[in-house]
């Protein structure tokens, strides 16, 4: 990954974006449960913010079996 000619690939992207879309997912829902003292669940930003990582997680799935075209 670290050579002069290295190209990053479709799946490699792919792969990149689904992981970064399962955490963020994550991470967001986590700081939901874990923020005990507030009230009123997820907020529209929270909402916003896990359609977008959703998406990017489903984009990176459609990407995985592309294979290795360039990206």
């Known amino acids: 990954m670290l ?3 290295f190209t990053l690939r479709k799946k490699h ?3 990149l974006l689904l ?3 399962v955490l963020a997912c994550i991470a967001i829902l ?5 923020d005990v003292g ?8 929270q909402q916003i913010a896990l359609a977008v990582s959703a ?3 489903l984009i990176g799935l459609t ?5 290795d075209d360039p990206a």
């Open 3 to 5: 050579s002069h000619d």
């Open 13 to 15: 992207l792919g792969w």
């Open 19 to 21: 992981v970064g879309g």
């Open 30 to 34: 986590s700081i939901d449960v874990l």
């Open 38 to 45: 507030r009230e009123g669940g997820i907020g529209p930003a």
């Open 55 to 57: 998406l990017g997680a």
């Open 63 to 67: 990407l995985i079996p592309l294979g």
